[in-house]
C-alpha cells in the first residue's frame, strides 16, 4: 500500500475511500485555555483523612469545594447546596468505597490527549448529579408523592450510581470486551453496573451490619432505621426493581445524569473547540455557548412535570414529561449532547490514546490468562488478581486509575515480553497512535470486510519489518492495528421518547411535536447522525 499523494495527509485506498490522516499526538499548541476550570479534577486534600468533617461548621461546604467550578452556573440556575443529611455525608466524606472515585477518571484519557483538559473524576460528576437530582426530586415532592424513604432513596440513587466504575472508566469496560469468546458483552467481572450493587452491599454492611462490627451501635435509633431503610430501597431501585418513574429520572434521554454531564462536559471541552479540525466540523457551529448551556438547564429542570394521562388521554401510571415551555432549550440539550460526545470527547486524539491503553490491557490480561506471568515482569499482585478477573469487593475497591499508570511504567522497565514493552514504552511517551479517517466523497465511509482485512495485514507486515523480526504478523495486528466504526444519531425515536405536555394540556412525542410546528432545529435533531470509521496504528505506519 503506498502513498499515491504526498504531503497531503489523503491516501487511496480502493474504490475511490480515501483515508485521511488525522493526529495522534498529544497536542502541545494551546497552553491557555480560555476556562480554567480550578477543582474539576475532584482531589481534595481535606477530605482524604476521616475525621477531617470536624474542622467544619456546615458540611453543606464540603458540596460548595468539592463543585467549586460549578457554584456560579449552579446559583444561575437556582440550585442552593444545601445541607445533607447524616447519609450523604457519611457516605461523601467518611466511607472509601465512594472516596475511591476520586482516582476514576470521568473523560478518561481526553487529558493525554489535551494537556489544557482538567481531570473531571466519577467523584465530582456523583456529586454534581446528586445536587441535580435533589433540586428536582424537591422541586416536584408534590406531584412525585413519594413517601419520605423513597423521595431520600431516589436523591440517594443520584450519589451512588456510578460506584462501580473501574480504572478509567467505560475504558476498561470495552478492553475487556473485545477478545474473541466474548461476544462483544461486558464480563460481569469488569461491568460497572454489577460492581455497583456488588459495592453497595458492602457499603451498606460497613454502614448498618452490627453482626460485622460489633462496635456499631448495637441497637439503631430511629433516625439510623431511617437510613437503613433509605440505603436499602435505594439498591432496590439501581437495581431496576422498581417502576418506570424512578428509571426515567435514573436513566432515559433526558435524566438527571445526562444533564449533570451536559453542564460538566460542556466545561471541560472549551479547550477542544481552539483545535483546527474542530472548527471546520460543520455541526459543532450548532453547539451552544457555555452561558446557553446554564440557561437550558435552568428551563429544562423547572419544567419536569408528572403526568398520568398518556396521548390519548388513557389514565397510566405517573411519568416525567417535560413542558413545551422548555422544548427550545431540550432540543438544544440533546443536540449539544451529541455534538459534545462525537465531535468533541471522542475526538480522534483522545480515541487514539484510549486505543493504546486498551491494547496494554489486553496484552497484559492475555500474558495473565495463558500462564505467562513470568512474562510480565514486576507486577503488583492486585493488578495480577484483577488481570485475572477473581479479584474481590475489597481488592476492587483498591484499583484506580493511579495504580494502573504506576504498574505501566513498572511494565516498560520490566516486561520480558516484546509486544507489552512496545506499547507501555509508547504509552508513558504519550507517543500515541494515528486515527485514518475512512471517507468518500468528503463524507465518512466504510471500508468494507475486505479492505479492513487488507490494511490489517499490511500494518502487520510492515511492524513485523520495522520492529518484531520473531513475532508472526496475525499477532501483530491483533495489537498494533484496530478499526473502529462509531454511528449514533441525538435522539432516539425508537425507544422511550421524551413526552411533552403543549399548553393547551396535549401530550406529544418529541418527535411529532417538531413535525407538528416545523421546528427546524428540531429537524436537525431528527435527521443528524453522526458517523465515523477509522484505522487507528501506530505513529511510524504510513497507510
Given at each position: 500500500m503506498e502513498n499515491k499523494i504526498k504531503n497531503t495527509g489523503k491516501n487511496s485506498l480502493l474504490d475511490g475511500i480515501s483515508?485521511?490522516?488525522?493526529?495522534?499526538?498529544?497536542?502541545?499548541?494551546?497552553?491557555?485555555?480560555?476556562?480554567?476550570?480550578?477543582?474539576?479534577?475532584?482531589?481534595?486534600?481535606?477530605?482524604?483523612?476521616?475525621?477531617?468533617?470536624?474542622?467544619?461548621?456546615?458540611?453543606?461546604?464540603?458540596?460548595?469545594?468539592?463543585?467549586?467550578?460549578?457554584v456560579p452556573s449552579l446559583d444561575k440556575i437556582g440550585i442552593q447546596l444545601n445541607q445533607t443529611n447524616s447519609l450523604i455525608k457519611e457516605i461523601i466524606t467518611g466511607t472509601e468505597i465512594f472516596r475511591r472515585l476520586k482516582g476514576i477518571s470521568q473523560v478518561e484519557l481526553l487529558p493525554f490527549a489535551f494537556k489544557q483538559v482538567p481531570w473531571f473524576t466519577r467523584y465530582t460528576h456523583s456529586c454534581l448529579t446528586f445536587v441535580f437530582g435533589e433540586?428536582?426530586?424537591?422541586?416536584?415532592?408534590?406531584?412525585?408523592?413519594?413517601?419520605?424513604?423513597?423521595?431520600?432513596?431516589?436523591?440517594l440513587c443520584f450519589l451512588i450510581h456510578d460506584l462501580?466504575?473501574?480504572?478509567?472508566?467505560?475504558?476498561?469496560?470495552?478492553?475487556?470486551?473485545?477478545?474473541?469468546?466474548?461476544?462483544?458483552?461486558?464480563?460481569?467481572?469488569y461491568d460497572h453496573e454489577y460492581w455497583t450493587i456488588i459495592l453497595l452491599n458492602e457499603l451498606k454492611d460497613q454502614l448498618f451490619d452490627i453482626k460485622e462490627n460489633p462496635y456499631l451501635k448495637k441497637k439503631l435509633n430511629e433516625s439510623e432505621r431511617f437510613n437503613l431503610n433509605v440505603f436499602s430501597r435505594a439498591i432496590k431501585i439501581i437495581s431496576k426493581e422498581d417502576n418506570s418513574l424512578f428509571t426515567q429520572l435514573l436513566s432515559s434521554q433526558v435524566d438527571l445524569d445526562r444533564l449533570s454531564n451536559y453542564l460538566g462536559d460542556r466545561l471541560v471541552v472549551n479547550a477542544i473547540l481552539e483545535d483546527d479540525d474542530v472548527k471546520n466540523e460543520t455541526m459543532v457551529k450548532h453547539l451552544s455557548s457555555s452561558t446557553d448551556v446554564v440557561d437550558n438547564l435552568k428551563r429544562i429542570m423547572n419544567n419536569f412535570c408528572v403526568l398520568e394521562k398518556d396521548e390519548n388521554g388513557n389514565r397510566c401510571?405517573?411519568?416525567?414529561?417535560?413542558?413545551?415551555?422548555?422544548?427550545?432549550?431540550?432540543?438544544?440539550?440533546?443536540?449539544?449532547r451529541h455534538?459534545?460526545?462525537?465531535?468533541?470527547?471522542?475526538?480522534?486524539?483522545?480515541?487514539?490514546?484510549?486505543?493504546?491503553?486498551?491494547?496494554?490491557?489486553?496484552?497484559?490480561?492475555?500474558?495473565?490468562?495463558?500462564?505467562?506471568?513470568?512474562?510480565?515482569g514486576k507486577t503488583d499482585l492486585l493488578i495480577q488478581t484483577w488481570l485475572f478477573g477473581n479479584h474481590t469487593e475489597a481488592e476492587f475497591v483498591e484499583m484506580d486509575d493511579q495504580l494502573l499508570f504506576n504498574q505501566i511504567r513498572k511494565w516498560g522497565k520490566n516486561t520480558k515480553d516484546e509486544i507489552l514493552r512496545d506499547l507501555t514504552l509508547r504509552f508513558t511517551a504519550h507517543n500515541f497512535f494515528h486515527a485514518?479517517?475512512?471517507?468518500?466523497?468528503?463524507?465518512?465511509?466504510?471500508?468494507?470486510?475486505?479492505?479492513?482485512?487488507?490494511?490489517?495485514?499490511?500494518?502487520?507486515?510492515?511492524?513485523?519489518?520495522?520492529?518484531?523480526?520473531?513475532?508472526?504478523?496475525?499477532?501483530?495486528?491483533?495489537?498494533?492495528?484496530?478499526?473502529?466504526?462509531?454511528?449514533?444519531?441525538?435522539?432516539?425515536?425508537?425507544?422511550?421518547?421524551?413526552?411533552?405536555?403543549t399548553s393547551n394540556k396535549k401530550v406529544k412525542k418529541?418527535?411529532?411535536?417538531?413535525?407538528?410546528?416545523?421546528?427546524?432545529?428540531?429537524e436537525l435533531l431528527l435527521n443528524s447522525e453522526f458517523e465515523r470509521y477509522l484505522f487507528i496504528v501506530p505513529t511510524e505506519i504510513n497507510l
Open positions: 483515508i485521511i490522516k488525522r493526529n495522534g499526538n498529544t497536542d502541545q499548541k494551546y497552553t491557555n485555555p480560555s476556562t480554567k476550570p480550578t477543582n474539576v479534577e475532584g482531589h481534595y486534600p481535606r477530605f482524604m483523612l476521616h475525621g477531617a468533617i470536624n474542622l467544619l461548621k456546615e458540611d453543606l461546604r464540603e458540596l460548595s469545594i468539592i463543585l467549586e467550578s460549578f433540586y428536582v426530586v424537591n422541586k416536584l415532592e408534590k406531584s412525585l408523592k413519594f413517601n419520605p424513604v423513597d423521595q431520600e432513596a431516589i436523591k462501580g466504575h473501574g480504572p478509567f472508566s467505560h475504558l476498561t469496560e470495552r478492553a475487556f470486551k473485545k477478545p474473541r469468546g466474548r461476544g462483544g458483552k461486558i464480563p460481569k467481572e401510571k405517573p411519568y416525567m414529561a417535560i413542558h413545551e415551555d422548555a422544548v427550545s432549550p431540550l432540543i438544544h440539550y440533546l443536540l449539544d455534538i459534545i460526545r462525537y465531535y468533541l470527547l471522542k475526538h480522534y486524539r483522545r480515541e487514539a490514546s484510549n486505543n493504546l491503553l486498551e491494547k496494554i490491557l489486553l496484552r497484559s490480561q492475555q500474558l495473565v490468562r495463558s500462564n505467562q506471568i513470568d512474562l510480565l485514518y479517517s475512512c471517507e468518500k466523497n468528503g463524507k465518512p465511509f466504510p471500508p468494507g470486510k475486505e479492505n479492513v482485512e487488507k490494511t490489517k495485514k499490511y500494518v502487520a507486515k510492515e511492524m513485523k519489518r520495522k520492529a518484531f523480526s520473531n513475532i508472526n504478523e496475525e499477532l501483530l495486528g491483533e495489537y498494533y492495528f484496530t478499526y473502529d466504526e462509531t454511528t449514533s444519531k441525538p435522539y432516539h425515536v425508537d425507544k422511550d421518547e421524551i413526552m411533552i405536555l418529541l418527535s411529532k411535536y417538531i413535525k407538528d410546528t416545523k421546528s427546524e432545529l428540531g
